[in-house]
């Protein structure tokens, strides 16, 4: 039997997955995620988690047949990564680098969005669709574009920086981007606690629980809208709103059969995606037949699975 593994990069730790070369997942594990000196330990603790867990199979070398990984930033069909905001890395290879820790494995690089896209394309919620986009809410705002079957990175490796779409110009404070009014700003877990902190401030003589709340949480502020807080309900009014523009910008420029929302802060459900769609069809009135949105089924998995894809 020969074997592949599926690696997912994440801001605070690194998810990694075991495959057989059917597509099965036969472990799976995570690591933190080292950012000190601009992330420069994160491709050598990923080499020696990758090579304890070959020890602790019995596999040997040889029937490792390669390893995918996915990334937080660009990247550009050669695999050059020019930055990664959330690690602190700057024009580097990685696959190279994991390679030549790795004694030569083949390695194949994404975009993390993108290689989250291609596991819920081949094993999740979009199973069946040919045109799919991810957005996954989390530490960031990643997206990932499928046309036609195929992951769209784009020349550049920009191809489905969707979190990095300018949703609201006049936002005063800067994306970890350099820009400002990112939609990572306002729909990521940061975000949405940023955006009920900023209410909760502008609003003083408005009760909210979140005011009880220390150092409040983006479910704490799901979980009051879902009772009926008006400031936690404010808060998710604003990103779903965001996100309903960003979604229809992007389906009016490649009209997917569907939007799949991923990431912790879909952990949602329903509050989440019945109100982007309430804004997503006020954004849409040129589509009379529009995308639907679903809810990721692989939850955090979805990119080693894409990842391990890459290889197969």
């Known amino acids: 039997m020969n074997y592949c593994f599926g690696i997912d990069v994440g801001g605070t730790s690194v998810k990694l997955g075991l495959f057989d070369t059917e597509g099965n997942l036969i472990d799976k594990w995570e690591i933190p995620t080292r950012k000190e000196n601009g992330g420069a ?65 083949s390695v194949r690089v994404g975009n993390d969005a993108n290689v989250a896209a291609l596991g819920e394309y081949w094993r999740g919620g979009a199973q069946g669709c040919s045109n799919v986009v991810l957005l996954t809410l989390g530490t960031g705002v990643g997206g990932g574009v499928i046309l036609d079957g195929k992951v769209v990175d784009g020349v550049h490796g920009a191809g489905g920086e969707l979190g990095h779409v300018i949703v609201n110009p006049d936002e005063p404070l800067a994306c970890n981007c350099g820009s400002h009014g990112c939609l990572e700003q306002y729909a990521s877990a940061t975000g949405v606690v940023r955006v009920a902190g900023r209410i909760l401030t502008a609003k003083p003589e408005t009760a909210s629980v979140l005011r009880e ?22 808060a998710v009014d604003t990103l779903c709103r965001y996100l309903g523009l960003a979604t229809a910008n992007c389906a009016l420029t490649i009209d ?57």
Do not use: H, M
């Open 213 to 234: 709340t220390k150092d409040f949480s983006a479910k704490d502020v799901f979980d009051a809208a879902k009772e009926g807080d008006a400031i936690a309900n404010e």
């Open 41 to 105: 330990k994160i491709l050598s603790d990923i080499a020696a988690s990758v090579k304890d867990k070959i020890t602790e199979k019995k596999i040997d070398a040889a029937q490792v047949c390669g390893v995918g990984i996915g990334v937080p930033g660009p990247v550009t069909p050669e695999g050059y990564v020019p930055v990664c905001v959330n690690l602190g890395w700057k024009d580097i290879y990685p696959g190279r680098e994991l390679s030549a820790l790795l004694s030569g494995v």
């Open 256 to 312: 997917p059969e569907v939007f799949v929302i991923g990431g912790g802060v879909s952990r949602a459900g329903s509050i989440l995606t019945e109100r982007i769609e309430k804004y997503f069809e006020k954004y849409t009135p040129l589509l009379k037949i529009k995308a639907k949105f679903a809810l990721a089924t692989l939850g955090n998995d979805a990119g080693i699975y894409g990842a391990a894809r890459l290889v197969l």
